[in-house]
């Protein structure tokens, strides 16, 4: 059962709606605050270095050090900026909103023929909300647009091997994995051709045909950026590449021959992927845990060749999903340095699975979707009357009420931000506000009703 508007929204323009809400939720949003973390002016000091010296190859940031990584994000940031001639949270943070939003398009596109809707729609609402992507969504660091990039080249290849079966090269495919590799190395070209790889191998292509192809790609993949790296090569000369060297291989193979320390502050064991997968799902994360109460366990083990093929005979896009899944995050186990934006090419498979589950467990245990429900209910109601508390009597300091529980200064930084947003609000932020009632409103319907 569904009420007409929502009918119309989930069913007649379901792209359109996810549109809709990634811009109202990210977009409007990225221009409060100013930079509040170390990564932010970095790179737009880098953007901003370009506009004022017409440096676009190797330009100087502060304390005259060279940004010797591939510039795609900053020149976008430095394109956006351009008009207004200074660089702004806003314009340095609008690539990676807009990458957010592409990657949105891409997975409606991915799963949206093969799958049914209601997982589709379901796996593109997992993404918008969760924690990591709409973090990453607005900042102004190049993890985003890597992301879409490599998504992108994915479905590019995806769609090669159902429609062509291998064979020729579609030219998009390179360019894409070329431009990926301009925005953070060569990366960008070995992380999908090896997920791909792997694909043919389980559908059991020939493995020269694969190595062959896959060779191929990576040959033209790397036209786009080795035409910068000439070029910053002829700026930079061997410092220049002992830095390239230190920053794609040399860390990620533990070597040390040039001298050149690869402890880059965030180097965590092998276990802590998987913990930044917990938080960067949240609030889904909830949703699972509580479902742990809800399912039936079955200790029957099936046998090695029952489970495999089980596994092969899945529907070709989870089959790639899984092993997206898979690839992505053994790739990342390997360095010692660790970050949880590194996975962000593995939130679109995951979210698939995810909405598969959430979706069984809405039909045959509604209780959890109820529970879970009611639980996001209360907390859009507590956030409400805390930003009317704040805006109104002015009572509550929310940074002073934070810095009780933690010092961390990002945080507080955030807490600030919002704070000043409040203390003077904008039409805008008052009618975000006001669709969040709404959609409280409609939440409680719902529930009344007992529409799931």
């Known amino acids: 059962m569904r009420t007409r508007t929502l009918q119309y929204l989930y069913l007649q323009r379901p792209l359109i709606s996810l549109i809709l809400i990634t811009i109202l939720s990210v977009v409007c949003w990225i221009g409060m605050g100013n930079f509040y973390t170390k990564g932010e002016p970095r790179e737009a000091s880098v953007a901003l270095s370009m506009i004022k010296d017409n440096n676009w190859i190797l330009p100087q940031t502060y304390a005259d050090e060279v940004a010797y990584k591939p510039p795609l994000t900053h020149w976008l940031m430095a394109v956006f900026s351009m008009p207004q001639g200074e660089v702004t949270p806003f314009t340095s943070r609008l690539p990676s909103a807009l990458a957010f939003l592409g990657i949105i398009v891409v997975s409606f596109f991915l799963f ?80 999908p051709l090896l997920v791909f790889g792997v694909y043919l191998l389980l559908l059991k292509y020939n493995f020269r045909k694969i190595a062959g192809k896959l060779t191929l790609v990576a040959l033209c993949a790397m036209i786009l950026p080795g035409i910068w790296y000439f070029f910053a090569y002829k700026t930079g000369g061997k410092e220049f590449l002992d830095l390239v060297w230190a920053e794609n291989f040399g860390r990620f193979l533990g070597s040390s021959h040039l001298n050149i320390s690869y402890e880059l502050g965030h ?65 990342y186990c390997i360095p010692s340095s660790k970050r949880s934006v590194y996975l962000m090419p593995a939130y679109p498979f995951i979210a698939l699975f995810m909405a598969q589950f959430i979706l069984y467990i809405a039909e045959y245990r509604p209780l959890v979707n109820r529970i879970f429900s009611i639980f996001i209910g209360v907390t859009g109601i507590s956030i409400v009357l805390f930003c009317l508390t704040t805006v109104i009597t002015h009572i509550i ?56």
């Open 112 to 191: 949206g023929r093969k799958l049914k809707f209601t997982e589709t729609y379901l796996a593109c609402i997992i993404l918008l909300t969760s924690f990591e992507l709409h973090r990453a969504a607005m900042t102004s660091r190049v993890d985003m647009l890597l992301t879409f990039f490599i998504l992108t080249g994915l479905l590019c290849l995806y769609k090669w091997e159902v429609r062509e079966k291998v064979t020729g090269l579609p030219p998009i495919i390179p360019i894409l994995l070329g431009l990926a590799a301009l925005t953070k190395g060569p990366v960008g070209i070995v992380l």
């Open 267 to 331: 180097e965590e064991p092998f276990w802590y992927n998987f913990v930044t997968l917990l938080g960067g799902f949240i609030p889904w994360t909830l949703f699972l845990f509580i479902s742990l109460f809800a399912i039936k366990y079955s200790f029957r083990i099936s046998g090695f060749k029952t489970t495999w093929d089980k596994i092969l005979s899945m529907e070709r896009v989870k089959l790639f999903s899984l092993v997206a899944i898979i690839v992505i995050i053994v790739f």
């Open 397 to 452: 300091n929310p940074v002073e009420m934070v810095g009780h529980f933690t010092k961390y200064q990002k945080i507080l930084n955030d807490v600030e931000a919002i704070r000043c947003s409040l203390n003077s609000p904008k039409i805008l932020y008052t009618f975000l506000i006001c669709v969040l009632i709404i959609a409280l409103y409609i939440l409680f319907y719902q529930l009344r009703k007992k529409i799931t």
